[in-house]
Nanobody, 129 residues
Framework: VQLQASGGGLVQPGGSLRLSCTGS????????IAWFRQAPGKEREGISC????????WYKASLKGRFTISRDKAKNTVYLQMNSLKAEDTAVYYC???????????????????????WGQGTLVTVSS
C-alpha cells in the first residue's frame, strides 16, 4: 500500500498548482483521503479531506474557495487544485489515507492527522516571486 504525492513546485503569488495523490496496491476510492501541509517550524495541518461514503468534502475554513479536492476513480488519484496561491501557502504537502474502519467518521474528525495511517512522501510547494 503506497501513496505518491506529486505536482509541487515553485509558483508566483496568485498562481495555481494541482497536486496529485496516486495510490498503488489499493483503491483510493474506498478510503477517506486527505491533504495536509507542514510549513517550516509549524505543525502539520489539515487542508482538505474527502469521504469515501458519499464524496462529501471538508476544507480548512481559511482555504475554502481557493482549494478544491477531487477524485478520479479511473486514475486512482485524488487531486488538490490550488488557486490564488499566497506566500503563506508555502509548505510540504502530504496526502494520506485513513483506514477502512474510519469511513463513517465525521469529516471534522477526518481532518485530523492522527486519523491517517498511510502517508505519501510529501511534495514541496513554494510560492514566491
Amino acid at each position: 500500500v503506497q501513496l505518491q504525492a506529486s505536482g509541487g513546485g515553485l509558483v508566483q503569488p496568485g498562481g495555481s498548482l494541482r497536486l496529485s495523490c496516486t495510490g498503488s496496491g489499493f483503491t483510493l476510492d474506498r478510503y477517506p483521503i486527505a491533504w495536509f501541509r507542514q510549513a517550516p517550524g509549524k505543525e502539520r495541518e489539515g487542508i482538505s479531506c474527502v469521504s469515501s461514503i458519499d464524496g462529501s468534502k471538508w476544507y480548512k475554513a481559511s482555504l475554502k474557495g481557493r482549494f478544491t479536492i477531487s477524485r478520479d476513480k479511473a486514475k486512482n488519484t485524488v487531486y488538490l487544485q490550488m488557486n490564488s496561491l499566497k506566500a503563506e501557502d508555502t509548505a510540504v504537502y502530504y496526502c494520506a489515507a485513513a483506514p477502512r474502519r474510519s469511513v463513517y467518521l465525521d469529516l471534522s474528525e477526518l481532518s485530523k492527522p492522527w486519523r491517517y495511517n498511510s502517508w505519501g512522501q510529501g511534495t514541496l510547494v513554494t510560492v514566491s516571486s
